[in-house]
């Protein structure tokens, strides 16, 4: 069966530091990947998707930045956090041409401070 | 045209009765429309969809209506129970594209 792992499931992180969230599925191959965001009262926010690796399409511009070095392995990045890119970060996969929608981690809980 | 209206914000239910969360879609090309269930701290789980050649899809306690010439569906949740309490996301998508497309969410409260 598929699974997908998400880590830390939390972090604080002072303003201005680096950020590296990891993303990986075990029990698949060739899935598509999405990262996504969750702030208060703003709902689902796709951030960047992959379906394939090193192919990244970013839906919204920010501070942050994703890549996709293996398959079932894709990364969140920032170089300088901000105190705005707080939130509860999501990964989730599906299957392309399946319609049996997106299966999602855990999350992290990220803290800028 | 990719958005996706959810209403209401948050619901307060009793034990027993009937929640249901609308949603209206602008995009016409979309054909397919599942819910989310999210609880606290965890992500979001698929519960249920449904596709537009349907008007009616019925799992458990749980129910969606379709009324595609209104481009609107909406989430039923028959004798809500307390562990029903969860946010609840509706999302859309069309053939060819892998993204869903999700409203803001719906917080409901079941109160025992």
């Known amino acids: 069966s598929q699974t997908i792992h998400q880590w830390p499931a939390t972090l604080v992180q002072p303003v201005g530091s680096p950020l590296s969230l990891e993303c990986t599925v075990e029990?698949?191959?060739?899935?598509?990947l999405y990262w996504y965001r969750q702030a208060a009262g703003r709902g689902l926010q796709l951030l960047f998707y992959?379906?394939?690796?090193?192919?990244i399409s970013s839906e919204v511009p920010q501070n942050l930045s994703a890549s996709r070095p293996q398959d079932r392995q894709f990364i969140l990045s920032s170089k300088k956090l901000l105190l705005s890119d707080s939130g509860f970060y999501l990964c989730?996969?599906?299957?392309?041409?399946?319609?049996?929608?997106?299966?999602f981690g855990s999350g992290t809980r990220l803290t800028v401070v | 045209q990719q958005q996706v209206k959810q209403s209401p914000q948050s619901l307060i239910v009793q034990k027993g009765g009937i929640s249901i969360i609308n949603c209206a879609y602008e995009n016409t090309a979309f054909d397919y429309f599942p819910w989310y269930q999210q609880f606290p701290g965890k992500g979001p789980a698929l519960l249920i969809a449904?596709?537009?050649?349907?008007s009616e899809k019925k799992e458990g306690r749980f129910t969606i209506s379709f009324n595609k010439s209104a481009k609107q569906f909406s989430l039923h949740i028959m004798d809500s129970q307390p562990g029903d309490s969860a946010t609840y996301f509706c999302?859309?998508?069309?053939?060819?594209?892998?993204?869903?497309?999700f409203g803001k969410g719906t917080k409901l409260t079941v109160n025992p």
């Open positions: 989730a996969w599906s299957f392309t041409g399946d319609r049996g929608g997106y299966t």
């Open positions: 999302a859309g998508s069309q053939g060819g594209s892998e993204k869903l497309v």
């Open positions: 029990g698949t191959s060739n899935p598509n």
């Open positions: 449904i596709r537009p050649d349907v």
């Open positions: 992959s379906v394939g690796i090193g192919q």
